[in-house]
């Protein structure tokens, strides 16, 4: 782990931030009058519309004393005070870096945003994948620990309950089934039973039945839909569930 670098004071200048866009040099040696201001700076930035060229103050400024008593003295009276229209607050000055500290930090933040960009175009990545795997009647299951005993579908008619899939897997008696719901919603003034989630589990008594359902059963057409069906992972399966009607 990389020591934290402590950056050198300017004991005798100050930072102010918030500082009132409309804040002129004049205005901050006059907050200061009673301590012995050298010099005051109010960083701008230029911008130009045809013909007219702008400053716009970016809200920060330094300010020169003459001695350190002065600059701690305008640290601990001035810090949070209000000037203008803003609270305002004081630290010590830094040096400015130097060119090589600049391309660094300039380095630092590509490096960054290139970072967030590659997750970004990871998470695309991904998502695109479970949609063509989804399209092409394929298992979109994470990594895991498979049961043995249980199954896990996927694209299943919304419409489909817990009633429908124990009438199709009843020669197998299943020990129970549950199907995520989604939260109920308001129509015309009144709560509407939600559909599922797509998806379901099936809990048979023993592996070869679970086997044996997703050799039977996966494929399978139900309202209009040929369901996924796979053996589930065991981090996914809901505990305690017990929805069988």
């Known amino acids: 782990m990389s020591e934290k670098v402590i950056e050198p004071l300017i004991e005798d200048r100050i930072y102010i931030g918030n500082v009132d866009f409309k804040a002129t040099e004049d205005e901050l040696k006059e907050l ?20 007219t ?26 810090n949070g005070k209000k000037f203008q229209r803003r609270n305002i607050f004081i630290k010590k000055a830094v040096p400015p870096p130097t060119e090589e500290e600049k391309k660094e930090r300039i380095e630092a933040y590509k490096a960054k945003k290139d970072k967030i960009e590659q997750e970004k175009k990871l998470k695309i990545e991904q998502k695109k994948k479970k949609q063509e795997a989804k399209a092409n009647g394929e298992s979109t299951q994470p990594e895991g620990t498979p049961s043995k ?11 489909v309950n817990v009633k429908t899939l124990n009438s199709i897997f009843k020669d ?49 057409e139900i309202n209009g839909r040929e369901i996924i069906v796979d053996v589930a992972i065991d981090s996914r399966i809901p505990k305690g569930e017990e929805d069988e009607e």
Request: hydrophobic share 35%; net charge positive.
């Open 53 to 78: 060229t702008y400053k716009r103050h970016l809200g920060f400024a330094f300010v020169q004393f003459e001695s350190k008593d002065d600059a701690d003295k305008a640290l601990s009276e001035f």
């Open 172 to 220: 197998l008696k299943p020990k129970w089934i549950h199907v995520p719901s989604r939260k109920p919603y308001k129509s015309a003034g009144k709560f509407r039973k939600p559909f599922n989630k797509g998806i379901a589990f099936v809990k048979f008594s023993n592996e070869e039945t679970q086997k044996k359902a997703v050799e039977e059963f996966n494929g399978k």
């Open 32 to 51: 200061f009058k009673e301590l012995k201001v050298t010099d005051v700076e109010i960083p701008f930035k230029e911008s130009t519309r045809g013909d």
């Open 149 to 159: 005993d249980t199954i896990f579908i996927t694209n299943l008619d919304y419409k």
